[in-house]
């Protein structure tokens, strides 16, 4: 089994910063793409950024130029270093990898860390 624990939401003003960070932990034989996902109230959720083993990264429109995705594969670890956050930022943020283990290749998603953007 593998766990991924996520931690760094908060509330914060707008045009502040926040860190989020996610560790895998578990039976791990290797971690494909790691990624950050966000559901809005009332909305469905949303890739916001994701990253390959090799360091490939992916956005979503409305975040370029003001997040950062990065990894630390030999800690499992992935963050996301969110800048200039604005209201239309605040949901729970999930995080997710693609993990191959005894069982093959799976999808494992964290609970998810509240981010807070007051105006």
């Known amino acids: 089994q593998v766990q991924l624990v996520e931690s760094g939401g908060g509330l914060v003003q707008a045009g502040g910063s926040l860190r989020l960070s996610c560790a895998a932990s578990?039976?791990?034989?290797?971690?494909?793409?790691m990624g950050w996902y966000r559901q809005a109230p009332g909305k469905q959720r949303e890739l916001v950024a994701d990253?390959?083993?090799?360091?490939?990264?992916d956005y979503v429109d409305s975040v370029k130029g003001r997040f950062t995705i990065s990894r630390v594969n030999a800690k499992n670890t992935v963050y996301l270093q969110m800048s200039s956050l604005q209201p239309e930022d605040t949901g729970v943020y999930y995080c997710?990898?693609?993990?191959?283990?005894?069982?093959?290749?799976?999808?494992?998603w964290g609970t998810g860390t509240l981010v807070t953007v007051s105006s």
């Open positions: 997710k990898a693609v993990v191959t283990g005894w069982s093959g290749k799976k999808d494992y």
């Open positions: 990253i390959t083993g090799g360091g490939s990264t």
């Open positions: 578990g039976s791990i034989f290797s971690i494909n793409s």
